[in-house]
Structure formats: C-alpha cells, structure tokens
C-alpha cells in the first residue's frame, strides 16, 4: 500500500525543490511494491533498527552503486548517446556531461565520475593553465549545481599530472560540495610536492580525502574507484546492494557477550546475507536492468563486476554495552579496544560463508563495509569509529586505533579530523602523518579546516551555511543538506575533536 500520509506530505512541502519531490514521490511508489521474501525475524531486527537498508526501498530496479569503466567511454564514444571519441578537452568534458546524466545509482544521480585527472591529461598539450582552469571552473561548477547530492566522487592520483595539480587548484577556489573527492595515495609513486598541495586543497575546501592506494588495491587490484562516501569498489561495476548491521540496537537483545557472539550475531548476520540475496536476486533475474542498460550493451559496466556490500556500524557503543559493569569504553581502555577487536573478528569469520548471488569478482562473497551512518542515527558512532568526546589525547594514537579496525573492510572505512587553522602552514607536518598512519595500516583519512564552512558529515560533504538554511526551513539545493543538519546537530559533530599534525 502506498503511504498516503507520506506521499501528501512530499508533494505539499516547502522545503523541497521541485527535482526532490519527484524522486520522494518516486520513492513512495517503489515502497508501496512488496517483492521480496522477508522472513519474520528479519522483520523483526528492522523493527529495532538492528537491520537497515539505507534506503533501497522495496523493489530495486538498479544497483545500488554503479562505477563505469570512463576510461572505455572516453576511447569508444556511446553509440546510444550519439557521441563520438572527444579529441580536445571541451569534448571531453562536453562528452562526461552528458553521460553523467544517464549513470542511475541509489541517490538517482552519479556515485562516480571516474579518475578526472587521468581522463583530461591526454588533452591538455597546447592549452595554457589558465584556460584549462577556465574549463575546469564552469564543468565543476556545473557538476555542483546539477548533481545535487553529495554521494558523488572523484578520484585523482596516485601519479602526479598536470591536469591532477590544476583541479585541485580549482577545487581549492570553487570550495563546492560536489564532487565529494579522493587523492589516492602511493608514497612510491606520489611526489611529496602533489601530496602537499593535495592537503593544503583539503584544510581549505575539505576535498580531497586521502586513500592508501595499496591497501585498497585488494580485492579488486589498481581496476577499482572510491566511489559514493567512501566506498572502494570496482571500476566496471559497483555494488548491486549495501545493508547494514546496527550493532549499537543489536546488543541491546544480547543477555551477555557470550550470547552476542555466539547466537544474535551469527542469527541477524545470516538474516542480512539472506535479505541481500534477496534484493540482488530481483535486480539480476526481475528488473530487466542487466538486460536493457545501455552501459550493459556498450561494455562500461559488467554484472559480474558488481558486489553485494556488508555494512557495520554503531560498534563504539556495542563495546560500551557489554563492558557497561566495568565502565571501560573504547577508544580509551585497551581492554574495550580488545572486545571491539573480538566482535569483528567474528564478523569477519561469520560472513565469508554466506554465499553472495551473483558476485564472482568478490569469489562469491560479500564484502565488508564500515557504513558512515544516517540522518537519522542518534547515538551511533559509524562504522568503528571512536566516539566524539571519547578520543584519545594523542592524535598518533588516534590512528594506531584505527590501524587496529581498518583492514577489515574492503570496500570502504575511513576516519575523518578536523585541523587546526594553523596547520595550513605547513602541510608538510601533516603529510607525516598520512605517512605514518598508512605504513601500520590506516586506509582511508579525511582533513578538514576546523574553521572551515564545508565541512564532512560522516564521509559527505555538506556547508555550515547551507545547514542553517535547512533549520530556517528554507528550501536547499542539495538534499544531502537536509541529511547532514540532523546528523550534525544530534550527533554533536561540532564538537569533534581538533588535531594538530
């Protein structure tokens, strides 16, 4: 049955933009289809928000998450788009606006605009910075204005170009939310010099966030992008689905750390490989996605490159539920650190057996994820973040703690630090840093100015001004706004704690 309740009040708001009632409307029709086998007790963990789905809603017609091979576009051109090989950068650049337009995903826009920097240096010879800034400033500025959700990614790096050093000289300007964007990382490959403008790029305008190109090259070798918030997924592809486990609401059925582990983790874990099998059946078999998409037919996405994503979040307050009696927390006491270290292990033990639908390219299995969180989460820490209040003294220590959680996840984990203003000074101290936290196994990181109005949410961009439109009750352009101000203000992201390199 359709929500009438809901459906009345999207198409009667005041807050929304015209495009946003269209896709809240759509998104009441979809809900109001009933075609998958959900079993009562999986119902009964999304009752309690140990199971969610983020969204997908209740028929899926495309995956979750789709990465095409740009670089394939970029060579032959889309007989469906009518549009040739570009030869110069304002084809090319012409070119992606269009197809842009036509890659669905989740958010009903673009997770993923490819590797930019390696697209446009093959046609910037014979052209002056100045003009391919020029360029750069109106399809940037178009990007923002059009795609207006901030689940969309760049990447650039790990080599230095030409084109790599002038968008992120542009990015630095323009301080826009969209692209989200990811410096990949190799210390081999990356002069110190692009890493340095890269950060200072970042405590200015928030973009771009740091990724550890070797730990992230697994499972799907140098062929994968950073896609969506963070997550790291292959290029060709993507993910037909993401569903996660709330372990903050799990833990509150657990009648001891024995009986969590042991029984109600294994039982919603089994529940939510099920559940996902059962979304990514419909989408392969029902939806006629595969069969009818001109990305499909033209070579630029492959259904075995796609992945189903297994979320975890809230696992900070897990651990301070169970070890409540002795009142060590994580993040501060090793011995919280070591239950945290326990509940994963056990995740990761648990979720290679359930087999994946349709997922050779992960060997038929899902793959872990730490989700960022919602809206709507209130007292959940994402992924296996620490707590904000809670973190360690020592920004070193900070990280160690993460190196201990980060290899768990191939698809996507991160840690995001505020900066103080005076680092911008000397990027240099800050490289260090991202130096170190990546040689003990930190994979993904993200700077932002303390001081700055674009801020990082959980993995998404959003401004501090455009927040406070959104609790005027003004209509905003970008609908991530209106998912960043809760979180921001019930989640006290404000209060983060700032570093120092």
């Known amino acids: 049955m359709i929500d009438l309740d809901n459906t009345y009040k999207t198409l009667t708001s005041r807050e929304l933009t015209h495009e946003q009632k269209v896709m809240g409307l759509a998104k009441c029709a979809e809900n109001s289809l009933d075609v998958l086998n959900i079993p009562p007790r999986t119902k009964h963990f999304?009752?309690?928000?140990?199971?969610?789905?983020?969204?997908?809603?209740?028929?899926?017609?495309?995956?979750?998450?789709?990465?095409?091979d740009y670089e394939k576009f970029v060579q032959q051109g889309s007989e469906f788009l009518k549009l040739t090989p570009p030869k110069t950068l304002d084809e090319l650049?012409?070119?992606?606006?269009?197809?842009?337009?036509?890659?669905?995903?989740?958010?009903?826009?673009?997770?993923?605009?490819?590797?930019?920097?390696?697209?446009?240096?093959?046609?910037?010879?014979?052209?002056?910075?100045?003009?391919?800034?020029?360029?750069?400033?109106?399809?940037?500025?178009?990007?923002?204005?059009?795609?207006?959700?901030?689940?969309?990614?760049?990447?650039?790096?790990?080599?230095?170009?030409?084109?790599?050093?002038?968008?992120?000289?542009?990015?630095?300007?323009?301080?826009?939310?969209?692209?989200?964007?990811?410096?990949?990382?190799?210390?081999?490959i990356t002069p110190d010099s692009f890493m340095e403008q890269a950060i200072q790029c970042s405590l200015e305008s928030s973009n771009p966030a740091i990724c550890n190109a070797k730990a992230n090259c697994a499972p799907f070798g140098d062929r994968y992008g950073?896609?969506?918030?963070?997550?790291?997924?292959?290029?060709?592809?993507?993910?037909?689905?993401?569903?996660?486990?709330?372990?903050?609401?799990?833990?509150?059925?657990?009648?001891?750390?024995?009986?969590?582990l042991n029984e109600l983790l294994p039982e919603c874990l089994g529940l939510i490989a099920d559940y996902m099998n059962e979304r990514i059946r419909f989408i392969v078999e029902k939806s006629g996605f595969f069969e009818s998409n001109f990305l499909v037919k033209e070579g630029l996405i492959s259904k075995d490159r796609f992945v189903g994503m297994f979320g975890v979040t809230g696992l900070a307050e897990c651990v301070n539920t169970l070890m409540k009696e002795s009142g060590k927390?994580?993040?501060?006491?090793?011995?919280?650190?070591?239950?945290?270290?326990?509940?994963?292990?056990?995740?990761?033990?648990?979720?290679?057996?359930?087999?994946?639908?349709?997922?050779?390219?992960?060997?038929?299995?899902?793959?872990?994820?730490?989700?960022?969180?919602?809206?709507?989460?209130?007292?959940?820490?994402?992924?296996?973040?620490?707590?904000?209040?809670?973190?360690?003294?020592?920004?070193?220590e900070h990280l160690r703690h993460s190196s201990r959680f980060h290899h768990y996840f191939p698809t996507g984990v991160g840690d995001i630090f505020p900066i103080a203003s005076n680092v911008n000074q000397n990027p240099a101290a800050l490289l260090d840093v991202v130096k170190g936290a990546f040689s003990v196994g930190v994979q993904y990181m993200s700077f932002y100015s303390a001081d700055t109005d674009l801020i990082r949410i959980t993995g998404f961009l959003v401004k501090r001004s455009e927040m406070e439109k959104y609790r005027k009750h003004e209509a905003v352009l970008q609908n991530t706004t209106q998912l960043g101000a809760p979180n921001y203000d019930k989640n006290h992201l404000a209060e983060r704690k700032v570093r120092m390199a």
């Open 46 to 68: 999304f009752e309690t928000n140990a199971i969610n789905d983020l969204f997908e809603g209740g028929a899926p017609y495309r995956p979750r998450y789709i990465l095409p």
């Open 329 to 396: 927390k994580y993040g501060q006491d090793s011995e919280a650190d070591d239950l945290g270290v326990r509940i994963m292990d056990k995740v990761a033990e648990l979720t290679p057996g359930y087999k994946a639908l349709y997922s050779p390219i992960a060997g038929d299995k899902f793959l872990l994820h730490a989700q960022v969180g919602l809206d709507s989460d209130q007292g959940i820490t994402s992924g296996v973040r620490i707590p904000i209040g809670d973190e360690p003294v020592s920004f070193a």
């Open 226 to 260: 950073v896609a969506s918030c963070y997550n790291i997924l292959p290029i060709g592809g993507g993910a037909f689905t993401l569903t996660r486990v709330t372990l903050t609401e799990l833990v509150k059925e657990a009648a001891s750390e024995e009986q969590f």
């Open 93 to 188: 650049i012409f070119s992606l606006m269009i197809l842009y337009r036509h890659v669905p995903s989740i958010t009903n826009f673009p997770v993923y605009l490819g590797s930019l920097d390696k697209m446009m240096e093959p046609f910037v010879d014979g052209l002056t910075d100045e003009e391919i800034c020029e360029k750069l400033r109106l399809f940037l500025t178009y990007l923002d204005r059009t795609i207006t959700d901030s689940f969309c990614h760049a990447n650039i790096g790990p080599e230095e170009t030409r084109a790599g050093r002038l968008i992120l000289k542009v990015v630095k300007e323009l301080k826009n939310t969209v692209p989200n964007l990811t410096m990949k990382y190799d210390p081999d």
